[in-house]
């Protein structure tokens, strides 16, 4: 008996203090906070809106601050910070913009010229994405306080877009005088409707702000937190130890476990116009894919559907265009359908088939999920369907090598995805299609060399140039043009769109997506009963 | 024996100075890997839409356009200048960045190795005392199993089961979401205490116990089986028969002569223990989303932010390299029969 007295101590002891753990989690909830709690993916290694290029921080940034525009969800510009839609002058390389007046930045100083003025001078100089801006603008003149002039070097129709982009977000010059040439990471004063209260890169916490222009926040604040990893995110969430789930990198299997909760009234789900176009990039400037033929067969070999339903969960939409719907409003333009007998009949025309199998090596982001699951299901469907004509080997490498090998043209074919740097159809066309310099159709020095298609077109970079001075229905459509030769030539072959999503618990409001996949935090209400 | 002090002070002394070539080394390594490795800090940081101007411009910003023998150098000289330069995604000093990462990796750390002593001491005990009975085979099944559980699958288990399924703990981070902790060294638990703030301590501990239990769980294992081997070896040595006719009881045995002489070997296992922590609980911090220098590294290495890694290797080498100096001192201080 004397040798189990040890064991029973050690016992009673662990027991003990199990049940003292239990007696405080139970008096102590995971989220006693009043404010709503939204848990998202990573971290947030920076709130100056001069380098924030994540959704996250884009999030966070519409919270914090106002823009001088924004888009609706049927894709029109509203203005926020300016009081009507920008004027353009006659020969359309000056931009004016009349300001809202008596607005004040979180440290009491008055928004104006000046600061709008600041905000896009600092931009221009250190801005992680300062190549949106830097080709365009050549100064900005402030004739008065509610009025800001921007001089273009070229006619720019695309600056309407740019001035809704969240790096833009006016900060206060006051607050930023010693950071006008260097990032404020963890702090951020601007005029949106709520204060940073806490930043780390974890979890921000934000306050109402009592003086906020426009309709205050409806919640008494927001707790922001984000875990590294998609099964942190959802435990979190099932077990209620967050308020509201926002992710596009939660893993496709987790979104349908949601999407099944939200179906069966257990919590809510909402989700933004799709913006994020995954696509294969071929390169197009070396045997055999400088082939349009070949690009062809491939492009009907690539099974949307299938790949939708068994990678996605038909939670996604397939593509057959590299430019949103919401950004183009019609369907005009199509990429091939997939077909397979009549991939085979041009494999075939071209020398392939009867045991001269065509081989595509296809290269996918390893540290992306769906990449890897969609070059396995285009592998083995091309298998069952034409494995007498064409194969595919895949290859993952992690996406920062891929990144810096693009443009060496060292991949055939690889999976990519891409989100316009702002909500306008040239931010989707330009940095696939366009090129600086080119012979006949490949690209030597340009955007679409760092795609990795290295395609160029005279007539697209006419088309380019011509879209600048033309405005509203009229450049969409030269967009289009140009949309629809990049359809007949396929350096690219869209393969899904990608929304946003939220997911709230039943006692919170339902988020609420704007145009450019951002919800309005301060709409969110927390019902405690 | 004071010619045993003079001897490890010697001894101390040629490990000190052997720490600048050391690092030399692993710096120099580190650089020349870093640079061999495919992939591009201007792609990690603009992504592949930017143009081929705007990359530039970034490249000359940062420094990267200079030849690797410039940078080479001018990274040794700062080192010199104990100067880790700045991150070049973040632009703030690498030092920072380690400074507010460190304390979360040492914490976790010390907690797993306490949780690890606890799990792994009594079931390596109670396996030696039940040789080949039940108790025998439940500590070596245990043992077995905390090598065998990949990290991030025992940590995922942890979490459904004290998370999602129980709801007792919660699944990530360092601290209460809606808590805002005082922070003086870094060291939650130790701030929380300096504070004088239960909330804080009781929060922070919380947040602690998930992570260190589960990485406690799996470094169990090294302890109760070192611990058996060299208990049981202790126990055959003829210094115990003596005890034994002397009529000590078991209770003194154990304490007072077996258990010290079976420590020596751990000490040494605890201090690599230690060691692979301050670079190797990844998988953990990853999960549990703790904020810790292995969590940094990851990201680092993934935005190939050169002076991030460098800087994070080259504090991690020194602590290991200080904890080995210690571990090595303090056996020669323990154990009169090591002589240097």
Redesign the interface.
């Known amino acids: 008996m004397h040798k189990y007295k040890y064991l029973r101590r050690t016992t009673s002891i662990t027991c003990t203090l199990i049940s003292i753990l239990f007696q405080y989690s139970c008096a102590k909830k995971f989220n006693h906070s009043q404010n709503i709690t939204i848990a998202s993916s990573g971290k947030i290694e920076s709130i100056d809106p001069a380098r924030a290029n994540t959704i996250k921080s884009n999030q966070l940034l519409y919270a914090l601050g106002d823009t001088l525009y924004e888009l609706n969800n049927e894709g029109e510009l509203i203005p926020k910070l300016a009081k009507f839609k920008p004027k353009i002058s006659k020969d359309k390389l000056k931009v004016f913009i009349k300001l809202k007046e008596n607005i004040l930045f979180h440290d009491g100083t008055p928004f104006d010229s000046s600061s709008m003025k600041f905000t896009i001078e600092r931009f221009q100089n250190i801005g992680t994405l300062n190549y949106i801006l830097n080709k365009k603008i050549k100064s900005i003149e402030t004739p008065k306080k509610d009025l800001l002039i921007i001089n273009l070097n070229n006619p720019s129709s695309s600056i309407e877009g740019l001035l809704t982009s969240i790096n833009l977000t006016p900060i206060s010059p006051n607050s930023y005088k010693d950071h006008f040439d260097k990032f404020l990471n963890n702090n951020f004063i601007g005029t949106g409707k709520y204060k940073l209260k806490r930043f780390t890169n974890e979890i921000q916490t934000l306050s109402p702000n009592t003086s906020y222009w426009n309709n205050k926040p409806k919640n008494n604040g927001i707790n922001f937190i984000g875990y590294d990893n998609s099964s942190a995110l959802y435990g979190a969430f099932i077990s209620k130890q967050v308020d509201v789930l926002l992710s596009n990198s939660i893993e496709d299997t987790l979104r349908y476990k949601l999407n099944l909760l939200n179906q069966k009234n257990y919590i809510k789900e909402s989700k933004s116009e799709p913006i994020e176009i995954s696509f294969v990039s071929l390169r197009t400037n070396k045997k055999p894919l400088n082939n349009i033929q070949i690009r062809l067969a491939i492009a009907k070999s690539l099974n949307r559907q299938l790949i939708r339903n068994k990678v996605s969960y038909s939670l996604r939409t397939s593509a057959s265009s590299l430019i949103p719907l919401i950004l183009k409003k019609d369907n005009s333009v199509s990429w091939p359908d997939f077909d397979p007998k009549e991939s085979k009949r041009i494999f075939r025309e071209q020398g392939y088939c009867d045991g001269n199998i065509f081989n595509l090596p296809l290269t996918y982001r390893s540290n992306v999920a769906t990449d890897k699951l969609i070059a396995f299901y285009w592998q083995q469907s091309v298998k069952a369907e034409m494995k007498d004509c064409f194969s595919i080997s895949i290859n993952g490498v992690e996406s920062t090598t891929i990144y810096k090998n693009l443009s060496e043209g060292i991949y055939p074919s690889v999976i990519l995805d891409w989100t316009g740097a702002y909500s306008d159809p040239e931010a989707y066309l330009l940095p696939l299609l366009s090129c600086n310099e080119f012979n006949k159709n490949y690209c030597l020095k340009g955007e679409s060399v760092f795609s990795g298609s290295f395609w160029a077109s005279e007539k697209v970079e006419k088309l380019f140039k011509e879209s600048e001075n033309l405005k509203g229905i009229e450049r969409l459509n030269k967009l289009l043009a140009i949309e629809k030769i990049a359809s007949q030539s396929l350096p690219y072959i869209p393969i899904w769109t990608s929304s946003q999503k939220a997911w709230s618990q039943n006692y919170i409001s339902k988020p609420i997506f704007n145009g450019s996949g951002i919800i309005n935090m301060g709409e969110l209400i927390k019902n405690e009963n | 024996m004071k010619t045993n002090i003079k001897n490890v002070f010697n001894y101390t002394l040629i490990k000190i100075s052997l720490i600048p070539l050391n690092l030399w080394i692993i710096s120099s390594l580190i650089f020349i890997l870093l640079r061999i490795a495919?992939?591009?800090p201007i792609?990690?940081?603009?992504?592949?839409?930017?143009?081929?101007?705007?990359r530039e411009l970034?490249r000359i910003r940062l420094g990267l356009d200079q030849s690797i023998q410039i940078q080479y150098i001018k990274y040794l000289k700062n080192l010199i200048n104990f100067n880790l330069g700045d991150s070049l995604?973040?632009?703030?000093p690498v030092i920072q960045i380690i400074r507010d990462a460190l304390p979360a990796t040492i914490e976790l750390g010390l907690f797993s190795i306490l949780v690890a002593i606890f799990i792994g001491f009594?079931l390596g005990y109670?396996g030696l005392?039940?040789k080949n009975k039940k108790?025998d085979y439940i500590s070596r099944i245990i043992g077995i199993s905390s090598y065998a559980i990949p990290p991030f699958w025992g940590a995922?288990m942890m979490?459904?089961i004290f998370?999602?399924i129980c709801?007792?703990?919660?699944?990530?981070?360092?601290f209460p979401?809606?808590d805002?902790p005082q922070i003086i060294t870094g060291f939650l638990i130790l701030d929380s205490i300096l504070e004088n703030d239960l909330n804080a301590f009781?929060g922070a501990l919380?947040h602690l116990?998930l992570p260190s239990l589960t990485l406690g769980f799996l470094l169990s294992g090294i302890f109760s089986r070192s611990l058996r081997l060299n208990l049981e070896k202790s126990y055959k040595s003829a210094y115990i028969d003596a005890a034994i006719c002397r009529g000590i009881n078991e209770k003194n045995i154990l304490l007072n002569y077996a258990f010290p002489n079976s420590l020596i070997p751990i000490f040494t296992i605890t201090g690599f223990a230690i060691a692979s922590l301050a670079g190797g609980s990844l998988l953990i911090?990853?999960?549990?989303?703790w904020?810790g220098l292995a969590?940094k590294l990851q990201?680092a290495i993934?935005?190939?932010d050169y002076n991030l890694v460098q800087g994070i290797v080259i504090i991690t080498s020194i602590i290991i390299i200080l904890i080995n100096l210690f571990i090595d001192i303090m056996i020669a201080v323990f154990d009169p029969r090591i002589k240097y």
């Open positions: 495919p992939g591009d792609d990690a940081i603009l992504g592949s839409g930017a143009d081929q101007e705007a970034l995604s973040t632009q703030e009594p109670m005392k039940n108790y995922m979490q459904l998370s999602v709801r007792v703990l919660p699944i990530g981070g360092r979401i809606a805002n009781q919380y116990a911090e990853v999960t549990f989303s904020p969590l990201e993934l935005q190939r």
